[in-house]
């Protein structure tokens, strides 16, 4: 304990020494609830109430002691299920409200404005809903075939990319999360007031800035609270709902089509005597879900391990200290320029965008258009996505049990591998001639969900420094809103209802995803290479005590190694 004393953690306020209460057990940890410390840093005045709280050089003193403790597993285990019950269900149900009604899901396109039918005819469901749709909104059709109430959605994103991440390092990571989330509801229920083009597009631009919080948030979340042999699967559990979502968004879709409007129980200065369509009840009752759930969420969801009282101070100790060996430093609300710099520097953030760009390139948006091509009315359309929703799940699980599995260094191989059956599947609805197997194809295509969950991992895992991860975070969903916004050009209305373009766009985009993932595992395994040869011959010297409890970036740090 001698030396660990002489070792100096640095923080904002100095130089703090490892505390000198601590003994040198798995269970005594009575030091641990000690109350004569805070262990918040806090700025002064209205702003300071308002913005993150760092730990403060106390508590991460106590972290550094906790770190040369033996920590008891079944401690641990006891401490990682509440976690699990305390953050997962939080962002799974978050990820469902986001996938029920977001035109970025292979259900929408989006689907609730053209193929949700009006409760004024039933009989030719898909055709009377497009037109009513463009009758009440005064649509033309130079709009919808242009795709843009599709694309609009994502300049939004884009606009708002960086900023919000930016700004979740600013503010309370949850409270954060869920004031866009209430944001999100409120544009949603606006847009069943829209009355005409410009107002559905303006929403929705303005939806897209509010929602481009949601993934980021989630990697972020997922990696303050999880190690990263762990963040894969818990990213996993989240994102599971993506299929939930996408099945209960066809089950909605069928139930709507079923249902006529009961004018009666509707005040007459809401339905102007005639009842509201069926598409607009999707986005009421989303809507208000959202912001039911964003209230929650801000009340009880913590925003960090570092003040939350549905832990004990020991608790919270244990829970920053079991990930001594991720090296990825503190949370704080501070930017660091020079991450930001070296961000814009590693060719890792540009790969990262590539990632995101081809994983999603407009492959989602037409799902439930190719699906119709096939001779499905839209009832039917929109029950197909129950299976879609379902293999989108077991290629999920399938993946993470493979991850789990495998020796480490894995994990790019078996992005490569789910990234296989997608690129068969698009091949499969583009050229092969039976119906069935079409639709099996399309179905397969879900296999690029499971690619995407472990890549988000490579990206909460394998950058280190706060600002450096926020600008990572920011640059994969930046590809994602980028795809999102070329992608839907490629289905042109002059190929209905194969949409080839689309497809052979879908398919190559895919192939091109492979190349970015072994291009990111090379960058990352050179770099291990590197730093490894530099440690063996001497000519780089680190205590991983000290440069784990630094916010530092990957770069900056020699005892960082790269997950594969």
Same mark, same amino acid.
């Given at each position: 304990?001698?030396?660990?004393?002489?070792?100096?953690?640095?923080?904002?306020?100095?130089?703090?020494?490892?505390?000198?209460?601590?003994?040198?057990?798995?269970?005594?940890?009575?030091?641990?609830?000690?109350?004569?410390?805070?262990?918040?840093?806090?700025?002064?005045?209205?702003?300071?109430?308002?913005?993150?709280?760092?730990?403060?050089?106390?508590?991460?003193?106590?972290?550094?002691?906790?770190?040369?403790?033996?920590?008891?597993?079944?401690?641990?285990?006891?401490?990682?299920?509440?976690?699990?019950?305390?953050?997962?269900?939080?962002?799974?149900?978050?990820?469902?409200?986001?996938?029920?009604?977001?035109?970025?899901?292979?259900?929408?396109?989006?689907?609730?404005?053209?193929?949700?039918?009006?409760?004024?005819?039933?009989?030719?469901?898909?055709?009377?809903?497009?037109?009513?749709?463009?009758?009440?909104?005064?649509?033309?059709?130079?709009?919808?075939?242009?795709?843009?109430?599709?694309?609009?959605?994502?300049?939004?994103?884009?606009?708002?990319?960086?900023?919000?991440?930016?700004?979740?390092?600013?503010?309370?990571?949850?409270?954060?999360?869920?004031?866009?989330?209430?944001?999100?509801?409120?544009?949603?229920?606006?847009?069943?007031?829209?009355?005409?083009?410009?107002?559905?597009?303006?929403?929705?631009?303005?939806?897209?800035?509010?929602?481009?919080?949601?993934?980021?948030?989630?990697?972020?979340?997922?990696?303050?609270?999880?190690?990263?042999?762990?963040?894969?699967?818990?990213?996993?559990?989240?994102?599971?709902? =993506?299929?939930?979502?996408?099945? *209960?968004?066809? !089950?909605?879709?069928? @139930? /709507?089509?079923?249902?006529?409007? +009961?004018?009666? %129980?509707?005040?007459?200065?809401?339905?102007?005597?005639?009842?509201?369509?069926?598409?607009?009840?999707?986005?009421?009752?989303?809507?208000?879900?959202?912001?039911?759930?964003?209230?929650?969420?801000?009340?009880?969801?913590?925003?960090?391990?570092?003040?939350?009282?549905?832990?004990?101070?020991?608790?919270?100790?244990?829970?920053?200290?079991?990930?001594?060996?991720?090296?990825?430093?503190?949370?704080?609300?501070?930017?660091?320029?020079?991450?930001?710099?070296?961000?814009?520097?590693?060719?890792?953030?540009?790969?990262?965008?590539?990632?995101?760009?081809?994983?999603?390139?407009?492959?989602?948006?037409?799902?439930?258009?190719?699906?119709?091509?096939?001779?499905? =009315?839209?009832?039917?359309?929109? *029950?197909?996505? !129950?299976?879609?929703? @379902? /293999?989108?799940?077991?290629?999920? +699980?399938?993946? %993470?049990?493979?991850?789990?599995?495998?020796?480490?260094?894995?994990?790019?191989?078996?992005?490569?591998?789910?990234?296989?059956?997608?690129?068969?599947?698009?091949?499969?609805?583009?050229?092969?001639?039976?119906?069935?197997?079409?639709?099996?194809?399309?179905?397969?295509?879900?296999?690029?969900?499971?690619?995407?969950?472990?890549?988000?991992?490579?990206?909460?895992?394998?950058?280190?420094?706060?600002?450096?991860?926020?600008?990572?975070?920011?640059?994969?969903?930046?590809?994602?809103?980028?795809?999102?916004?070329?992608?839907?050009?490629?289905?042109?209305?002059?190929?209905?209802?194969?949409?080839?373009?689309?497809?052979?766009?879908?398919?190559?985009?895919?192939?091109?995803?492979?190349?970015?993932? *072994?291009?990111?595992?090379?960058?990352?395994?050179?770099?291990?290479?590197?730093?490894?040869?530099?440690?063996?011959?001497?000519?780089?010297?680190?205590?991983?005590?000290?440069?784990?409890?630094?916010?530092?970036?990957?770069?900056?740090?020699?005892?960082?190694?790269?997950?594969?």
């Amino acid at each position: 304990m001698s030396d660990l004393k002489q070792l100096d953690v640095q923080t904002e306020k100095g130089d703090t020494e490892l505390s000198e209460y601590a003994p040198q057990t798995a269970t005594d940890l009575e030091w641990a609830n000690r109350t004569d410390i805070v262990d918040l840093e806090s700025k002064p005045g209205l702003l300071g109430y308002f913005l993150k709280k760092n730990p403060s050089p106390e508590f991460i003193a106590d972290v550094a002691t906790m770190n040369e403790t033996v920590l008891d597993p079944k401690e641990v285990a006891r401490i990682e299920r509440k976690i699990d019950w305390l953050i997962i269900p939080a962002l799974s149900v978050c990820y469902m409200f986001y996938y029920v009604l977001t035109p970025s899901e292979s259900s929408r396109i989006p689907m609730t404005l053209l193929t949700f039918p009006s409760n004024r005819d039933k009989t030719t469901l898909s055709y009377a809903a497009i037109f009513n749709i463009k009758k009440d909104l005064h649509l033309g059709k130079s709009e919808y075939a242009s795709s843009w109430l599709s694309s609009l959605f994502y300049f939004g994103w884009v606009a708002w990319a960086l900023p919000t991440n930016l700004l979740m390092q600013k503010f309370p990571l949850n409270k954060y999360l869920a004031a866009n989330i209430f944001v999100w509801g409120a544009l949603l229920m606006a847009q069943a007031a829209s009355r005409n083009f410009t107002d559905l597009a303006i929403l929705r631009t303005i939806s897209g800035a509010a929602e481009a919080v949601a993934d980021p948030a989630f990697v972020l979340i997922t990696s303050t609270w999880y190690t990263r042999e762990q963040q894969p699967i818990r990213i996993g559990y989240w994102y599971c709902s =993506n299929g939930i979502g996408i099945g *209960l968004g066809g !089950l909605l879709g069928f @139930a /709507i089509g079923h249902v006529c409007p +009961v004018t009666s %129980l509707i005040p007459r200065f809401l339905t102007h005597r005639t009842g509201l369509p069926s598409w607009k009840y999707e986005f009421i009752i989303i809507g208000a879900l959202c912001c039911g759930w964003a209230i929650f969420m801000f009340i009880f969801i913590p925003d960090s391990p570092y003040q939350t009282h549905w832990f004990s101070r020991a608790e919270r100790l244990i829970i920053v200290s079991r990930k001594r060996d991720d090296q990825n430093g503190p949370d704080n609300r501070h930017w660091n320029s020079s991450q930001a710099i070296e961000a814009f520097m590693d060719i890792k953030t540009y790969l990262f965008f590539l990632f995101g760009f081809t994983a999603n390139g407009g492959t989602s948006n037409f799902g439930t258009l190719i699906v119709q091509g096939f001779g499905f =009315n839209t009832l039917n359309t929109t *029950l197909m996505q !129950l299976p879609y929703g @379902a /293999i989108i799940v077991l290629f999920i +699980v399938g993946a %993470l049990i493979v991850n789990s599995k495998v020796p480490k260094g894995n994990r790019t191989y078996l992005m490569v591998a789910t990234t296989i059956p997608t690129v068969v599947g698009f091949a499969m609805v583009a050229w092969a001639k039976p119906k069935a197997a079409r639709l099996i194809g399309f179905w397969i295509t879900g296999a690029s969900n499971a690619t995407f969950v472990v890549g988000l991992s490579l990206v909460s895992g394998n950058v280190g420094g706060q600002t450096k991860k926020a600008i990572a975070s920011a640059a994969v969903f930046l590809g994602v809103a980028a795809g999102n916004i070329v992608g839907p050009f490629l289905f042109k209305d002059s190929e209905a209802p194969k949409y080839l373009t689309g497809v052979v766009g879908c398919m190559v985009s895919r192939i091109l995803e492979i190349f970015v993932i *072994l291009a990111l595992r090379l960058v990352f395994s050179r770099a291990n290479a590197k730093r490894d040869r530099d440690v063996a011959e001497g000519r780089v010297q680190y205590d991983e005590r000290v440069t784990a409890l630094q916010d530092i970036s990957d770069w900056q740090n020699p005892a960082f190694r790269y997950v594969l």
